[in-house]
């Protein structure tokens, strides 16, 4: 049969991925939340929107006869993961994440792990700081308990609703990002906490290494758990399971 991928995105390596399958002529479409504004053109067809949960999704695969799912999705995006693995189980579709380890703390680095976002928070609940708050636009209202601090938010999009604290500096940019410039950044608005969440990658690892440099703390905040799943950290080892999909399997 055909193969007919469903890729489910969002990353970087969701595009990358939606490159190389254009490439080889294989069929597929990405899939997107729909949380950003202007998502980046992919070169195979896309659609957007939530598939209406487990069930949703299994009747999704099957009315449009998908052949494989790539799940290449964020790591915190833990929702859309356990539903793929779900629906693909019941459609009897073979399923992959291309996904990145997470970070680890090297010499110089000061995390404190945090193990969700409402750890984050409570970690804030201390006296006045200036932290850089990389924890995407749908997180902000969370930060409300803790709005004594003063919080640089580096965006994709800005803010839906003002955020629920009244010192903070929004820039919107998509990155890429270097450690020399986010040093700089965070010298200029005098930042003295980080916190983070563990993306893993090179994408957004600028500031971590900044921090280091700087010798700034960071509050790492910690995957949430997904179920087990066959796992890629490469295009070339998906693109290579696309070949020889028995091996892996649902
Ligand atoms: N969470 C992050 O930190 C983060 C960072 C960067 C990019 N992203 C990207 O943003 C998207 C949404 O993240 P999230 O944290 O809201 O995920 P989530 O909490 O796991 O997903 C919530 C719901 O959003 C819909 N959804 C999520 N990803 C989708 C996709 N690729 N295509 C179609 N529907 C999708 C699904 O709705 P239904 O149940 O209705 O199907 C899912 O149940 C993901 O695609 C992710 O790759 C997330």
Redesign the pocket.
């Known amino acids: 049969m055909t193969r007919n991928l469903l890729i489910?995105?969002?990353?970087t390596e969701a595009t990358a991925l939606g490159g190389a399958v254009a490439k080889a002529g294989l069929r597929g479409t990405v899939?997107?939340?729909g949380?950003v504004e202007r998502p980046k053109r992919q070169p195979l067809p896309q659609r957007i929107?939530?598939?209406?949960?487990v069930e949703?999704?299994r009747d999704y695969l099957v009315s449009h006869q998908i052949t494989h799912v790539v799940d290449a999705?964020?790591p915190?995006?833990?929702?859309?993961?356990r539903?793929a693995k779900t629906a693909c189980a019941k459609a009897g579709i073979p399923l992959i994440a291309l996904t990145r380890a997470p970070w680890g703390a090297q010499t110089g680095d000061s995390w404190t792990h945090a193990p969700d976002i409402a750890g984050a928070v409570a970690a804030l609940d201390r006296p006045a700081a200036r932290i850089m708050l990389a924890v995407?636009r749908?997180h902000l209202n969370d930060f409300a308990p803790n709005p004594q601090h003063f919080y640089l938010l580096r965006l994709v999009d800005p803010p839906q609703s003002p955020p629920p604290f009244p010192d903070h500096h929004v820039l919107v940019s998509r990155g890429p990002f270097t450690a020399a410039d986010d040093r700089a950044l965070m010298e200029a608005y005098g930042i003295d906490l980080i916190v983070s969440?563990n993306?893993g990658g090179t994408g957004a690892y600028a500031k971590i290494e900044a921090a280091r440099e700087l010798g700034l703390p960071v509050i790492m905040i910690d995957r949430p758990a997904i179920p087990d799943r066959a796992e890629a950290y490469s295009v070339d080892e998906v693109m290579a399971w696309l070949g020889h999909g028995a091996d892996l399997g649902v």
């Open positions: 489910l995105g969002g990353t899939s997107f939340a949380r929107g939530g598939f209406g949960g949703g999704l999705t964020h915190f995006a833990a929702q859309m993961s539903n995407g749908m969440k993306a």
